[in-house]
């Protein structure tokens, strides 16, 4: 059964830059069948898609963001990553990764399952 | 961008009722391409319904979603204890994939 595991600091200081991981057990990462995705929900508020990358390394993001996002993917670690530069109290929130259906496979770009979530506050 | 917008805000009921909720998108969303999610307190949201009318693997099925172009809702019949959360509808017609802000399900 596929899981997926949030892990990076709880705590980053404003204009730094938050990295976070994402470690993906229980099938592969290199499926061609999957991207891999970033989501994120600030307390108490909805839900933000970041962007999404492939076992190939292609990504694509929410132009509605600003370039400050990046993500990357080590197939070998079964891991893929988000980098978030300058950040702002604004970037407080809890940052999902979670599997995310193709249409070419699935029909769709659908999010499941999804880790459980870490929680990142921005504060000096 | 698509813009969803849920409601209602928050739904009062009680178990063994049935539940309605909407979801209106700014713009037809493409071959309905909608996902609904339920969420508990201090849970990872978990998919229900795919391409609007699709349940998703181990879903009950007194879960059941329709709808097509701007209007889509997610119904839920006999309300049992551990339904009651917030739910989200996502559209992933077209990039960036947008959510709703949430409808909050609670007993009554």
């Known amino acids: 059964q596929l899981q997926l595991q949030e892990s990076g600091p709880g705590l980053v200081k404003p204009s730094e830059t938050l990295s976070l991981t994402c470690t993906v057990s229980g099938d592969s990462i290199n499926s061609i069948s999957y991207y891999w995705a970033w989501i994120r929900q600030p307390p108490g508020k909805g839900l933000e898609w970041i962007g999404s990358i492939y076992y190939s390394g292609n990504t694509y993001y929410n132009p509605s963001l600003k370039s400050r996002f990046t993500i990357s993917i080590d197939t070998s670690k079964y891991q893929f990553s988000l980098q978030v530069s300058s950040v702002t109290a604004a970037d407080t929130a809890v940052y999902y990764c979670a599997r995310q259906t193709t249409v070419a496979v699935s029909g769709g770009n659908w999010f499941d399952p999804w880790g459980q979530g870490t929680l990142v506050t921005v504060s000096s | ?108």
């Open chain 2, 1 to 108: 961008e698509i813009v969803l917008t849920q409601s209602p805000g928050t739904l009062s009921l009680s178990p063994g009722e049935s539940a309605t909720l909407s979801c209106r998108a700014s713009q037809s969303v493409s071959s309905s391409y909608l996902a609904w999610y339920q969420q508990k307190p201090g849970q990872a949201p978990r998919l229900l319904i795919y391409g609007a009318s699709s349940r998703a693997t181990g879903i009950p099925d007194r879960f059941s979603g329709s709808g097509s172009g701007t209007d889509f809702t997610l119904t839920i019949s006999r309300l049992e204890p551990e339904d009651f959360a917030v739910y989200y509808c996502q559209q992933y017609g077209s990039s960036p994939y947008t959510f709703g802000q949430g409808t909050k399900l609670e007993i009554k």
